[in-house]
């Protein structure tokens, strides 16, 4: 009897820690959400071209939503990709991101936003110019040109645009030079 009972307590306190670690786990996916949620609103508000939209921001397992209205084509593609450069930001939703007065989908755009966030965030495209790359996507085809350093700059930027839904190929033109 006392065996039986040492079992059952032991098999209680597996079933309790695997039920801690399943709320750890789930309280670290809502405070890494709320993390990127602040940074992008933050970002948002520095930007004085997009700021005065309301646009709201909410982060479910590291997807950003974006909903809302914008004047403009370029400021969804900048919203886009101010929070596709976030850190842990793995995909932005822009399903209610609408365009005021547009009658003509914006999502080659948007995708074209997605991967210049990507290339900033993987830093394929820096700040200081050290590269340029250009990023073009018509019908799901994205097309890269311009000049970098080294040929793994080219495979790096070829394989983080691959991971951006929605590309379904991508063109190079990317030129290296000295």
């Given at each position: ?8 307590f ?15 786990s ?50 969804a ?40 966030g ?6 394929i495209?820096t700040?200081?110019?050290s590269?340029?790359v ?12 311009g000049?970098?350093?080294?040929q ?26 000295p």
């Open positions: 009897m006392k065996k039986f009972i040492r079992i059952y032991y098999f209680f306190c597996f079933i309790f820690s695997l039920s801690q670690q399943v709320s750890a789930d309280s670290a996916n809502i405070i890494a959400d709320e993390l990127i949620t602040t940074k992008v609103n933050l970002k948002i508000a520095m930007d004085k071209s997009i700021s005065i939209f309301k646009v709201n921001v909410s982060t479910n397992n590291m997807i950003v939503k974006l909903n809302g209205t914008v004047d403009s084509d370029t400021q593609e900048s919203l886009v990709e101010l929070a596709q450069e976030t850190e842990g930001v793995i995909d932005v939703n822009t399903d209610n991101l609408v365009v005021k007065d547009s009658k003509r989908p914006i999502i080659d755009s948007l995708i074209t936003a997605k991967v210049m990507q290339l900033i965030k993987n830093k495209i700040r200081d110019n590269n340029s250009e990023v073009e996507v018509k019908d799901g085809i994205a097309y890269l040109s000049n970098v350093k080294k793994d700059i080219i495979n790096s930027a070829i394989e983080f645009t691959k991971l951006v839904r929605g590309v379904q190929t991508v063109e190079s033109r990317l030129k290296i030079i």
